[in-house]
Structure formats: structure tokens, C-alpha cells
């Protein structure tokens, strides 16, 4: 009997990791609607928490603490998160258009981007060198950090001059904080802070401005006011004062906290835009003119009352906006309207772990110690942190229930009806398949006599007389919650059987399980994932030829690869030189990382090392080592290193063996940690097991587990000659496989050495 999971009725995506969106993530998933997905678009894996960058940037706060981790965050949600570039949105077709792959639709979409520097006009590569913008936080951040490293390494006998342009809060508080730091570490620096005004931070708190004057006074920070940036130049800053004088005044850096701009794809898609580019919403946060269509944060201008650009608005939106989006897909409330405090409370970093209060109208908090009162933001802000950070086991726990809320509401139609059938009774309509592949732009290839687009029962292919035909075929379930990612990875990984031969993949057919949904998100979902297979296609030249469809309980894809290859380059198994050296093309650790990822405990920044090793097509890795005397090569996948390496050994009187060098096999970042921890893929043991026999008792995954781990889409092992090996490694890096080595070596007696 099948138990068919709750069918997918429609999509919701939050465009951007800010804090509004995150808060809809978290509140969504804890009281789910039924038949909703919820999609995460962001260009950057951990999202900064704003309210936390200055003790970060003081170094309170590890990188962690101070980020949301948006992988993990989603996974443990059971949420789906794409990494990628927004470039642009079309309300009326309600599609999102993104970098490098294919658009995705949704029902209803929250816009929470955040903001971008204000471009400089006419500004020469020389000049832009020397310019640090605070927005956005995560390229200011890498500036920062190489800034740092700059002022550590400087000898000269001349401090060097930095500026910091713009004296609101976030100004204000670069140039303590970096003046702190230069002090600290008795770096040759100084600090100038530059601002067209006369006041500090605002106009009306005369309190902040007096202690904030005094603050900077006693840091040694020379303040220019009444004095504008008229011009950046390649030797520094052409500054105006207050009197009208103009000159150049010549700094090291200049870190510019001055206005800033929305994305531009704002504009250029149609929506409703404010004089400075910023998306228009109403009291509701809808943006104007577009129904299905969202926005808070920073990157809106507020309609019925503009507001400063500060993220305490932001997350004041979060609950109002889950409200509204709960709102529009169950019609079973009206829209809330966000009403803002007319004045908003400011905690400014003055020093070492010191913090001043800086709010239009009166406050208590005005008159607590420094102190104190950062004593206070911490708890805040590590309690907001702690409400969307996946929670962290020491050591694998030996049970983990991720059992996610039921839902109260449902979208899923009273008379739907659950596919229950199996053979061809589960495959899906031919209306939705035909057009799902319709959106697809199949390239057309010269040698396929008959494809996808013809509708017959089998493709008709004519490749070369006088080569030999290869086929292979891969099937997995789904490891990542991005189709277009799964797609572009499990296509990958089918080809690297074809290419570990020696051959060249030509057509491939492709295999597609969905699970229950609606005819539209079937639709969709066919064109994400064939959109990512065809894109790894097209990078390797080969051709889409037919396939199949059907539904069940998991997503899954399988793929079946025809190749060809010139029999004197046929690629076996089997090592036949005893002396050769093995060498290995890409890094270990992608079983553990998915595993760990699964349960949301694998670091966000690992798994993105992984996904982008697991990209990288290992055709580029055979056509460097070509020329080069290769005996035995295979490709590592599910059995791990050593059941790899075992089926390379071959058996009888002119079988090898191998010596490993456990050290020297390049591992993922995280990796060696999850181990520690006590992670690993569900196959690992059993792999150890099928060789178990064979292998001593020493060599097992507690000890060795790198060597047990199952790779998706992983490297080439293959042995070469001894005095080939540094030119191999050479044409190897030289191509960009840099991860590639030598992990040990061919030895004359049928066993497995580990050291």
C-alpha cells in the first residue's frame, strides 16, 4: 500500500536570507500550511545578523555567531535553499530570473535583499582599489579582513592615513572599532572620519553627539565635518569643507558608510520604484502593483511613511509579513498592516565591549553604564541569533527525530486524489510532461537522427564506424533540496563512468521519479532539474535523447549514458605495474558532509566546498593525463577509496595490491571534524564490511573512515608511472585540478597497506 507524502499545491519564494524572510522561514515551518514549499534564494550561504557586526569586527563574535547559516537552517526546516544570484523578476509571468540557470516560477514570492553601494561615477580601477563600502556586509567583511592583514604587515615609518566617510551609526562605529584595533595591536595607522554634516549620527540627540565627540576625541579619531567627497582619486580623496576650500587629501583606504543603492534589477523588471530605486510597498508590505509580490527590509521604501535604512525595521517586519503571506494563501484572514515606532532605539559600540544609546526621544536605557548597556545588546542579540541557528550536536547523537509540526492548514483540494498505482500507471500526464520539456532548448546534435523531440518509441543515433560503444547508467534519490543543482550533479556523476574508460559521452537518457504535486509544480520541477541536466550536458557536449517520468514517494533521478571510445585508449580497472603511483583528483568527505547535512549539522560553507567539487567535470582530468602512461583507473562513487581500490586489484596469479598513504588523501573542510563527531553515510559500514576479510583488523572506519566513505560524482584514481608522476600532477593542476595527489602506490603482493 503506498503512503504518498502531502502533495505540493504551491510555492512560495523568499527571495534573500535578511532577517524578515528568515523570520517567515522559521514561523512558516513551525506552523506549516499544507501543500505550501518554501523556496530560499540567496547569493551567499550565511547571511549577516547586522546587529552583530560590530563585535565581530572587534573580534567578540566568531564568524559563526554572527551569521545565519541559511543551508542549514533550511535543511534542518525541511525547507528548500537555492545559492544564487537574483538578476531580475517578471510580477506578471511571476518568474525569478537568476544567474547562470534556469528562471524559477512561484505563487507568491517576499522580497528581503537587502542593499548594494551607491555607484561613483567616472571611477578609475585605481581609484575603486582604494574604496571599502559597507554594504553589503559580506564583501565589506572579506575588505575588512584583508585591511587587517595590510595594517599588521605595514613597516613603514609614516602611519598610514584611512578614512572613514559617513558618520551615522554604522560610521561611526567602523572608525572606534578600527582605531580600537590599531591601538590594540600598535599598528601604524590613523583614523580620519569625514561627514558633510555638523552633528554626529542624528541631528536631535544632543546627548549621543556630545559623548560620541568626547569618545572620538580621546580615541585620537580627527573628525572633518561640514566637509564633502567631491572626488576619489588614485593618491586619495578630494575633499570641500565648510568654508568652500577644496583639496586632496591622500589616504591609505577609504571606508565609505555613506548612502546606499537598491538593486538594480529592481528597475529593470518592472517594479514599482521610488526615486533612488528602492521597491515601493504599501502599509501591508505588498509591493505596489504586484498582488503576489512582498517586500521588507532595507531594500523597500515605505510608502505610507519612509523609514531610515535600519535592521531593527526589518525585524520588526518579519512577523507582520508571515502574517500577510499566511494570509494570501489561505484567504482566511485580512492582510496586517506593519505600523512602525516613530522613533527607533540605536545601540552603538564606543569601545572595548561599550555600547551608547542613541534614540530621537528619551530613553531609560540612556543612563546605564557602557558597560552595562553592552552587556545588555549581547543577551539580545545572542537570543535573536539562537531562535534561527541549527541546533549543534558534540557528537552524533545515536537517534534524531526531525519530525517537523503537522499542518492546521492545508491547501490541498478536498478531491484530490493520490496516484496509488504502480507499472505505467504511475507515470505522469503526457500534457504535463510535454510541457514541462517545452520551456527546455534542446541543442541539436547532427549525430542524433531521432531525439526528444521527435516522439518516437527509441532515439536513433550514428556515431563513428570505428569506435567502440560505452554504456553506463547511475541512479540515485535526491541530496540536495535545489532540482537544478540535483540535476546538474547526478549528470556529472553518470558521465564520469564514461570518461574514467577513457571514452566520450554522447547522449544520455534520463529517468524522473517526483513526488505528488499538482500539474503546475510537476511542471516546474521537470524544467529545474532537466534545466540543471541539460546545462552539465551542454559543458560536456553531449546530447538529451529520450527519457522517462513517473511518480512516487521520493524525488530521484536516474541516467543512462551511451559513449564511445577509440579501443587503443580504453581505460581498464585493472593496475598492472607494480611501482606506479596512485593518484587521486579530488578530495574525500562528500558521504559524510551529505550525511551530516541531512541532519542540518554540517556547516554551510563545507557543503558548498562539496557541491562545487561534486560540479566539476572529470573529463577535464582525462584529457590532462592522456599522454601520460596510465595503468588502471576508475572513478570513486559509492564504495569509497578502498572498495574502489580492491576492485582495481584484480585477482589470480598476476593480481597487485596497494599501499596507501592515509595522510596524504585530501579531505573537504568539516570533514575530519564529522568524523570525529562520529558522522558518517549509511553505506560506510557496509562498505567496510564487503571487504572486511580481506583487509587487517586495524584498517577499519573508526580508524580509517575517509577510506569507506561513498563519494558522489568524486575524482579519478589511477596509477602512472613513477618517473611520470610530478609532469602528471603538473598537467593535472595546470588545468585546474588543484586538489589532485599522490595517495600512495602499486606494490607487487595482492594485499591492501594502509600506513
Given at each position: 500500500?503506498?503512503?504518498?507524502?502531502?502533495?505540493?499545491?504551491?510555492?512560495l519564494?523568499?527571495?534573500?536570507?535578511?532577517?524578515?524572510?528568515?523570520q517567515?522561514?522559521?514561523?512558516?515551518?513551525?506552523?506549516?500550511?499544507?501543500?505550501?514549499?518554501?523556496?530560499?534564494i540567496?547569493?551567499?550561504?550565511?547571511?549577516?545578523?547586522?546587529g552583530?557586526?560590530?563585535?565581530?569586527?572587534?573580534g567578540?563574535?566568531?564568524?559563526?555567531?554572527?551569521?545565519?547559516?541559511?543551508?542549514?537552517?533550511?535543511?534542518?526546516?525541511?525547507q528548500?535553499?537555492?545559492?544564487?544570484?537574483?538578476?531580475?523578476?517578471?510580477?506578471?509571468?511571476?518568474?525569478?530570473?537568476?544567474?547562470?540557470?534556469?528562471?524559477?516560477?512561484?505563487?507568491?514570492?517576499?522580497?528581503?535583499?537587502?542593499?548594494?553601494?551607491?555607484?561613483?561615477?567616472?571611477?578609475?580601477?585605481?581609484?575603486?582599489?582604494?574604496?571599502?563600502p559597507?554594504?553589503?556586509?559580506?564583501?565589506?567583511?572579506?575588505?575588512?579582513?584583508?585591511?587587517?592583514?595590510?595594517?599588521?604587515?605595514?613597516?613603514?615609518?609614516?602611519?598610514?592615513?584611512?578614512?572613514?566617510?559617513?558618520?551615522?551609526?554604522?560610521?561611526?562605529e567602523?572608525?572606534?572599532?578600527?582605531?580600537?584595533?590599531?591601538?590594540?595591536?600598535c599598528?601604524?595607522?590613523?583614523?580620519?572620519?569625514i561627514?558633510?554634516?555638523?552633528?554626529?549620527?542624528?541631528?536631535?540627540?544632543?546627548?549621543?553627539?556630545?559623548?560620541?565627540?568626547?569618545?572620538?576625541?580621546e580615541?585620537?579619531?580627527?573628525?572633518?565635518?561640514?566637509?564633502?567627497?567631491?572626488?576619489v582619486?588614485?593618491?586619495?580623496?578630494?575633499?570641500?569643507?565648510?568654508?568652500?576650500?577644496?583639496g586632496?587629501?591622500n589616504?591609505?583606504r577609504?571606508?565609505?558608510?555613506?548612502?546606499?543603492?537598491?538593486?538594480?534589477?529592481?528597475?529593470?523588471?518592472?517594479?514599482?520604484?521610488?526615486?533612488?530605486?528602492?521597491v515601493?510597498?504599501?502599509?501591508?508590505l505588498?509591493?505596489?502593483?504586484?498582488?503576489?509580490?512582498?517586500?521588507a527590509?532595507?531594500?523597500?521604501h515605505?510608502?505610507?511613511?519612509p523609514?531610515?535604512?535600519?535592521?531593527?525595521?526589518?525585524?520588526r517586519?518579519?512577523?507582520?509579513?508571515?502574517h500577510n503571506?499566511?494570509?494570501?494563501?489561505?484567504?482566511?484572514?485580512?492582510?496586517k498592516?506593519?505600523?512602525?515606532?516613530?522613533?527607533?532605539?540605536?545601540?552603538?559600540?564606543?569601545?572595548?565591549?561599550?555600547?551608547?544609546?542613541?534614540?530621537?526621544?528619551?530613553?531609560?536605557?540612556?543612563?546605564?553604564?557602557?558597560?552595562?548597556?553592552w552587556?545588555?545588546?549581547?543577551?539580545?542579540?545572542?537570543?535573536?541569533?539562537?531562535?534561527?541557528?541549527?541546533?549543534?550536536?558534540?557528537?552524533?547523537?545515536?537517534?534524531?527525530?526531525?519530525?517537523?509540526?503537522?499542518?492546521?492548514t492545508?491547501?490541498?483540494?478536498?478531491?484530490?486524489?493520490?496516484?496509488?498505482?504502480?507499472g505505467?500507471?504511475?507515470?505522469?500526464?503526457?500534457?504535463?510532461?510535454?510541457?514541462?520539456?517545452?520551456?527546455?532548448?534542446?541543442?541539436?546534435?547532427?549525430?542524433?537522427?531521432?531525439?526528444?523531440?521527435?516522439?518516437?518509441?527509441?532515439?536513433?543515433?550514428?556515431?563513428?564506424e570505428h569506435?567502440l560503444c560505452?554504456?553506463?547508467?547511475?541512479?540515485?534519490r535526491?541530496?540536495?533540496s535545489?532540482?537544478?543543482?540535483?540535476?546538474?550533479?547526478?549528470?556529472?556523476?553518470?558521465?564520469?563512468?564514461?570518461?574514467?574508460?577513457?571514452?566520450?559521452?554522447?547522449?544520455?537518457?534520463?529517468?524522473?521519479?517526483?513526488?505528488?504535486?499538482?500539474?503546475?509544480?510537476?511542471?516546474?520541477d521537470?524544467?529545474?532539474?532537466?534545466s540543471?541536466?541539460?546545462d552539465?550536458?551542454?559543458?560536456?557536449g553531449?546530447s538529451?535523447?529520450?527519457?522517462?517520468?513517473?511518480?512516487?514517494?521520493?524525488?530521484?533521478?536516474?541516467?543512462?549514458?551511451?559513449g564511445?571510445?577509440?579501443?587503443?585508449?580504453?581505460?581498464?580497472k585493472?593496475?598492472?605495474?607494480?611501482?606506479?603511483?596512485?593518484?587521486?583528483?579530488?578530495?574525500?568527505?562528500?558521504?559524510?558532509i551529505?550525511?551530516?547535512?541531512m541532519?542540518?549539522?554540517?556547516?554551510?560553507?563545507?557543503?558548498?566546498?562539496?557541491?562545487?567539487?561534486?560540479?566539476?567535470s572529470?573529463?577535464?582530468?582525462?584529457?590532462?593525463?592522456?599522454?601520460?602512461?596510465?595503468?588502471?583507473?576508475?572513478?570513486?562513487?559509492?564504495f569509497?577509496?578502498?572498495?574502489?581500490?580492491?576492485?582495481?586489484?584484480g585477482t589470480?596469479?598476476?593480481?597487485?595490491g596497494?599501499?596507501?598513504?592515509?595522510?596524504?588523501?585530501?579531505?573537504?573542510?568539516?570533514?575530519?571534524?564529522?568524523?570525529?563527531k562520529?558522522?558518517?553515510?549509511?553505506?560506510?559500514?557496509?562498505?567496510?564490511?564487503?571487504?572486511a576479510?580481506?583487509?587487517?583488523?586495524?584498517i577499519?572506519?573508526?580508524?580509517?573512515?575517509?577510506?569507506?566513505?561513498?563519494?558522489?560524482?568524486?575524482?579519478?584514481?589511477?596509477?602512472?608511472?613513477?618517473?611520470?608522476?610530478?609532469?602528471?600532477?603538473?598537467?593535472?593542476?595546470?588545468?585546474g585540478?588543484?586538489?589532485?595527489?599522490v595517495?600512495?602506490?602499486?606494490?607487487?603482493?595482492?594485499?591492501?597497506?594502509?600506513?
Amino acid at each position: 500500500m503506498h503512503n504518498n507524502p502531502i502533495p505540493t499545491i504551491s510555492d512560495l519564494v523568499l527571495l534573500g536570507g535578511g532577517h524578515a524572510n528568515i523570520q517567515v522561514l522559521k514561523m512558516l515551518a513551525m506552523n506549516p500550511i499544507g501543500g505550501l514549499r518554501i523556496t530560499l534564494i540567496s547569493d551567499q550561504t550565511h547571511s549577516p545578523y547586522s546587529g552583530m557586526i560590530p563585535g565581530f569586527l572587534a573580534g567578540y563574535y566568531s564568524y559563526e555567531e554572527c551569521h545565519f547559516d541559511l543551508r542549514r537552517l533550511c535543511e534542518e526546516l525541511g525547507q528548500r535553499f537555492i545559492k544564487a544570484k537574483i538578476v531580475g523578476l517578471d510580477p506578471h509571468r511571476k518568474t525569478v530570473q537568476l544567474e547562470n540557470r534556469a528562471e524559477i516560477s512561484y505563487d507568491c514570492a517576499a522580497i528581503n535583499v537587502g542593499i548594494q553601494p551607491k555607484s561613483i561615477e567616472n571611477l578609475s580601477a585605481e581609484a575603486a582599489a582604494k574604496l571599502i563600502p559597507l554594504k553589503p556586509i559580506s564583501r565589506f567583511i572579506a575588505h575588512w579582513q584583508r585591511l587587517l592583514a595590510d595594517l599588521e604587515a605595514y613597516r613603514g615609518e609614516a602611519p598610514l592615513r584611512l578614512a572613514v566617510v559617513g558618520a551615522g551609526a554604522s560610521g561611526v562605529e567602523i572608525a572606534i572599532i578600527l582605531k580600537m584595533l590599531i591601538t590594540q595591536n600598535c599598528w601604524k595607522a590613523e583614523v580620519n572620519l569625514i561627514h558633510r554634516h555638523e552633528f554626529l549620527v542624528s541631528a536631535k540627540d544632543l546627548c549621543a553627539q556630545q559623548r560620541l565627540a568626547k569618545t572620538l576625541n580621546e580615541l585620537g579619531i580627527t573628525v572633518l565635518q561640514n566637509t564633502e567627497v567631491l572626488e576619489v582619486q588614485e593618491n586619495g580623496l578630494v575633499l570641500k569643507n565648510a568654508t568652500g576650500l577644496v583639496g586632496t587629501e591622500n589616504f591609505y583606504r577609504a571606508l565609505i558608510a555613506t548612502q546606499a543603492a537598491a538593486p538594480e534589477w529592481f528597475e529593470s523588471s518592472g517594479l514599482a520604484v521610488d526615486r533612488d530605486g528602492f521597491v515601493k510597498v504599501s502599509e501591508k508590505l505588498r509591493v505596489e502593483n504586484a498582488d503576489a509580490l512582498f517586500a521588507a527590509g532595507d531594500c523597500i521604501h515605505f510608502s505610507p511613511s519612509p523609514l531610515k535604512k535600519a535592521g531593527v525595521y526589518a525585524v520588526r517586519q518579519g512577523m507582520v509579513l508571515e502574517h500577510n503571506i499566511r494570509a494570501f494563501f489561505t484567504r482566511q484572514s485580512a492582510l496586517k498592516s506593519f505600523q512602525p515606532k516613530k522613533h527607533v532605539l540605536s545601540l552603538i559600540t564606543i569601545g572595548e565591549r561599550q555600547a551608547l544609546v542613541h534614540q530621537d526621544d528619551a530613553s531609560i536605557l540612556r543612563w546605564m553604564w557602557p558597560s552595562l548597556l553592552w552587556r545588555v545588546k549581547d543577551q539580545i542579540d545572542r537570543r535573536f541569533m539562537q531562535r534561527f541557528q541549527a541546533g549543534t550536536f558534540n557528537v552524533k547523537p545515536p537517534s534524531f527525530n526531525k519530525t517537523m509540526p503537522k499542518a492546521k492548514t492545508s491547501l490541498v483540494p478536498e478531491d484530490w486524489e493520490d496516484n496509488t498505482c504502480g507499472g505505467c500507471g504511475s507515470k505522469l500526464a503526457a500534457s504535463t510532461l510535454t510541457q514541462g520539456l517545452d520551456k527546455l532548448a534542446i541543442p541539436k546534435d547532427d549525430s542524433v537522427l531521432l531525439g526528444v523531440n521527435d516522439g518516437e518509441d527509441c532515439a536513433l543515433t550514428r556515431f563513428s564506424e570505428h569506435t567502440l560503444c560505452l554504456q553506463t547508467i547511475d541512479q540515485f534519490r535526491s541530496f540536495i533540496s535545489d532540482p537544478f543543482l540535483f540535476g546538474q550533479i547526478a549528470t556529472q556523476h553518470a558521465l564520469s563512468d564514461v570518461y574514467a574508460m577513457g571514452g566520450v559521452a554522447k547522449t544520455v537518457q534520463v529517468g524522473l521519479t517526483l513526488q505528488p504535486a499538482a500539474a503546475r509544480i510537476h511542471k516546474e520541477d521537470i524544467f529545474q532539474v532537466m534545466s540543471g541536466v541539460l546545462d552539465s550536458l551542454a559543458k560536456s557536449g553531449v546530447s538529451l535523447v529520450g527519457g522517462h517520468t513517473g511518480e512516487g514517494s521520493e524525488f530521484s533521478i536516474s541516467i543512462a549514458v551511451q559513449g564511445e571510445v577509440v579501443p587503443h585508449r580504453v581505460l581498464r580497472k585493472r593496475l598492472t605495474k607494480s611501482g606506479n603511483r596512485l593518484i587521486l583528483t579530488k578530495p574525500i568527505g562528500t558521504g559524510v558532509i551529505l550525511a551530516a547535512n541531512m541532519l542540518a549539522q554540517a556547516n554551510g560553507k563545507w557543503v558548498d566546498e562539496a557541491l562545487s567539487s561534486m560540479l566539476q567535470s572529470n573529463y577535464v582530468a582525462m584529457e590532462a593525463i592522456r599522454s601520460f602512461d596510465i595503468s588502471g583507473c576508475t572513478d570513486i562513487t559509492g564504495f569509497g577509496v578502498l572498495g574502489h581500490v580492491f576492485e582495481m586489484m584484480g585477482t589470480g596469479d598476476s593480481a597487485l595490491g596497494v599501499k596507501l598513504d592515509y595522510q596524504a588523501i585530501p579531505l573537504f573542510a568539516g570533514v575530519a571534524e564529522l568524523f570525529n563527531k562520529g558522522y558518517f553515510a549509511s553505506i560506510a559500514p557496509q562498505n567496510h564490511a564487503s571487504l572486511a576479510c580481506l583487509l587487517n583488523a586495524d584498517i577499519s572506519p573508526q580508524h580509517f573512515p575517509a577510506l569507506f566513505d561513498p563519494q558522489t560524482s568524486g575524482g579519478l584514481l589511477f596509477s602512472v608511472a613513477h618517473d611520470q608522476t610530478k609532469a602528471c600532477l603538473q598537467a593535472l593542476h595546470d588545468n585546474g585540478v588543484t586538489r589532485a595527489c599522490v595517495i600512495g602506490e602499486v606494490i607487487d603482493r595482492n594485499k591492501i597497506i594502509v600506513v
